[in-house]
């Protein structure tokens, strides 16, 4: 009879062993980044800055977690093009130049940490 309760107990952390490391339960920061890699990817695609700006960042899309990319021109309000990121790397939203784009930022993306900035 003792053994049912360890038995049970064993499946269930069997099961979140294989189930458990698929779930990312946190977001990227400053000092996490290296232990994303698609987060690196997009550091590394940023470059050296020119005349633009540009910063991985995290965020929030209403009230989910995100990550994406600024890009700055100083003389202007800033632009923003490309997607947006879930904490495990999926694109969940691709973000044009168009002006309703352009208001979903605005309206609804927020900054809460800088990433990476090329300076």
Same mark, same amino acid.
């Given at each position: 009879?003792?053994?049912? #309760?360890?038995?049970?107990?064993?499946?269930?952390?069997?099961?979140?062993?294989?189930?458990?490391?698929?779930?990312?339960?946190?977001?990227?920061?400053p000092?996490?980044?290296?232990?994303? #890699?698609?987060?690196?990817?997009?550091?590394?695609?940023?470059?050296?800055?020119?005349?633009?700006?540009?910063?991985?960042?995290?965020?929030?899309?209403?009230?989910?977690?995100?990550?994406?990319?600024?890009?700055?021109?100083?003389?202007c309000?800033?632009?923003?093009?490309?997607?947006?990121?879930?904490?495990?790397?999926?694109?969940?939203?691709?973000?044009?130049?168009?002006?309703?784009?352009?208001?979903?930022?605005?309206?609804?993306?927020?900054?809460?940490?800088?990433?990476r900035?090329c300076?």
């Amino acid at each position: 009879m003792k053994i049912l #309760p360890i038995l049970f107990l064993t499946l269930i952390l069997a099961g979140c062993e294989n189930d458990c490391d698929d779930k990312v339960t946190t977001c990227p920061t400053p000092e996490t980044m290296e232990e994303f #890699p698609w987060v690196m990817e997009l550091v590394d695609e940023m470059g050296e800055c020119g005349e633009w700006m540009t910063a991985v960042v995290r965020g929030k899309l209403d009230s989910s977690d995100i990550v994406y990319t600024i890009m700055n021109d100083p003389q202007c309000d800033g632009i923003f093009t490309g997607p947006l990121y879930d904490c495990r790397g999926n694109i969940i939203r691709t973000i044009s130049v168009s002006e309703t784009d352009q208001e979903i930022i605005r309206n609804h993306v927020s900054v809460d940490i800088i990433l990476r900035q090329c300076r």
